[in-house]
């Protein structure tokens, strides 16, 4: 499914907002991927980003992660890292690579 909605979807760089009571976090689908990879959801995650980034323009989009009035940006690289140091050890690093080559 997430194959077909990349191959037909004209703006795989398009901005969502996902909101939870007073924290809101802004994403691209390829953070979104990265962000699932680093939750713990692995494999599913990786190949959803290696998808998109076939697809995507800015592969070091910029996402906000809003408490209140306090923020935080995120990077699909950031998620990486983070994925990295909490879940997958080496299994962060094919995200990391997939991001920078």
Do not use: H, M, W
């Amino acid at each position: 499914l997430a194959k077909l909605l990349v191959e037909k979807v004209n703006d795989v760089d398009a901005v969502g907002i996902y909101k939870v009571g007073n924290e809101s976090t802004t994403l691209t689908p390829l953070l979104f991927a990265a962000s699932a990879y680093r939750s713990c959801f692995g494999q599913a995650g990786l190949q959803l980003a290696k998808l998109l980034v076939e697809k995507v323009n800015d592969v070091d989009a910029v996402g906000i992660y809003k408490v209140g009035n306090e923020s935080t940006t995120l990077t699909p690289l950031l998620f990486a890292a983070s994925a990295y140091r909490s879940c997958f050890g080496q299994a962060g690093l094919q995200l990391a690579k997939l991001l920078v080559e």
